[in-house]
């Protein structure tokens, strides 16, 4: 299709594995952005890349928080150790250019047991 | 205090009722202003953009009230469809590179 798509739209995972997320932004936009976003909160800004560098990382809640892009396109977001606390949906976004539009995946639903 | 801050309702009314629902936010340098509306276990979608001199599409009215650091968003004649999570995002200044995202107020339209 045409969107944002996202993979695997559902994770479960046991505590201490690693996961690897990945995002397929719209094609030809340059801005990608990963949120994740918890039950019944609001979304939390991960980090931002506009091309293939991110130019802010201040969201990402700890070091075990990775995340890079390729060739301008395909993203991976990669969550190291995980724990408890990481189970939540991880939406990515892309726009084209620097926009206030940003169009969403459907997000990968992460559990942590 | 939260960047962004909204009521999370839910605001239960019934078809064609007038709601508002408002946001504030906390960082009176922020440059840009949005509503996104986000269904039940769906990715959220820009609705609208807030402008200075407020804007209106169809039934949605948004306004921009900078000197109160608040924005506003009214629906007139409220559909089923418009049950949604309404959720307003802000850019802090800048440029778009971190859009911050309130977390929602839920609307439920009954018949």
């Known amino acids: 299709g045409a969107g944002v798509s996202q993979s695997p739209s559902n994770k479960v995972t046991e505590k201490g594995k690693d996961v690897e997320l990945r995002c397929d932004p719209i094609s030809g936009h340059t801005a990608l952005y990963w949120y994740r976003q918890s039950l019944g909160q609001g979304l939390e800004f991960l980090i931002y890349f506009q091309g293939n560098s991110a130019p802010d990382k201040s969201g990402l809640p700890s070091d075990r928080f990775s995340a890079e892009r390729t060739g301008g396109s395909v993203s991976t977001l990669t969550i190291q150790r995980t724990q408890q606390e990481d189970s939540a949906v991880y939406l990515c976004?892309?726009?084209?250019?620097?926009?206030?539009?940003?169009?969403f995946g459907e997000g990968s639903r992460l559990t942590v047991l | 205090r939260k960047e962004v801050e909204q009521d999370p309702g839910p605001f239960n009314v019934p078809e064609g009722a007038t709601v508002a629902f408002n946001c504030t936010y906390s960082n009176s340098a922020s440059q840009s202003f949005f509503w996104y509306r986000q269904d039940c276990r769906k990715e959220p979608k820009l609705l609208m953009s807030?402008?200075?001199s407020g804007n209106e599409d169809g039934r949605f009215t948004a306004q921009l009230n900078r000197a109160s650091q608040y924005i506003s968003l009214l629906i007139r004649d409220s559909k089923l469809s418009d049950s949604a999570t309404y959720l307003c995002?802000?850019?802090?200044?800048?440029?778009?590179?971190?859009?911050?995202f309130g977390a929602g107020t839920r609307l439920a339209v009954h018949p």
């Open positions: 976004a892309s726009s084209f250019g620097v926009s206030g539009e940003l169009f």
């Open positions: 807030v402008y200075s």
């Open positions: 995002v802000v850019t802090p200044s800048g440029g778009y590179n971190k859009l911050i």
